[in-house]
């Protein structure tokens, strides 16, 4: 029985002058996972690697540490005809090495279109959860309780506040550390802090992808959950991003938040496509 070959990749740095590479291959390719986050911030550290095959990019793997000690991939991308597991293979050991500088243990990734899972399971990934896509193309929106909240638009200053709210509405690794939440605040194009007199009790955040839009986050303290909070958080982050022209909404929740799913059913979002997969591997 003859064996398949198998291509030796010249590995490297992701470099910021690759950028435009990248972005050919990230269109060229079905196989592939990029957040909408500015992921060619990234470019030029140890952990954002491209694959090179005679001179032509092939494949490349993104990975950012934002709260330690998990990393997130944030770009992946496999040129056709090419082995998912020969590339894993080649790329993930200097990966690992740069995550492991960077003071990472555990390396996440969020399979978006079942890809990769095949093998990342065999590359030592397990799965650690399923997330659900929901979409809302209408405008409706449902009657909401009173309420003494203040919603206003998040200051930079209290991004210490949100930080402790985020690490009491979530569990690792879903944290969001300052410097990001600082950005989400510069850039995105909703930032919306629920106030309950001198306390900072929830927020959301929506940032337009053309002419859709994506709420990347909503989160409420405890302490403060079931009193409707959520429901006026996300009606003004709606409100906000339909006055700038956005015609559909999307979300994702981990499959598990039942609650989160029958706030966002009430709201007229409804499930798209099957689950994504989430993997994660210990390093």
Known sequence: MLQRSRPRLEIRVARPEDAAEIRRLLTATSRRLAYSEPWEAYLGRETALTAWLQGRLVGVLVAHVDVR???WVRVAALAGGFWIGDWLDQILPPLAFGLWRARARVLAWADLGGWAGGALQRHGFRRSGRLITFVKEDRRLPVLPSTPLLLRPAREEEVDALVRLDRAAFTPPWWLSGRTLRRMIRRSDCFIVAGWGERCVGYVEGHRIRQNAHIGRLAVAPAFQGQGIGRH???EALRRLWQRGVRRVSLNTQESNRHSQRLY?????RPLGPPIHVW????
């Not at 059913?265 to 979002?269: A, E, S, V």
């Not at 994660?280 to 390093?283: A, G, K, N, S, V």
Request: aromatic share 14%; proline share 7%.
């Open 265 to 269: 059913l009430r709201f007229g979002f």
């Open 280 to 283: 994660e591997r210990l390093l």
């Open 233 to 235: 958080l996300l009606a």
């Open 69 to 71: 000690p998990v990393a």
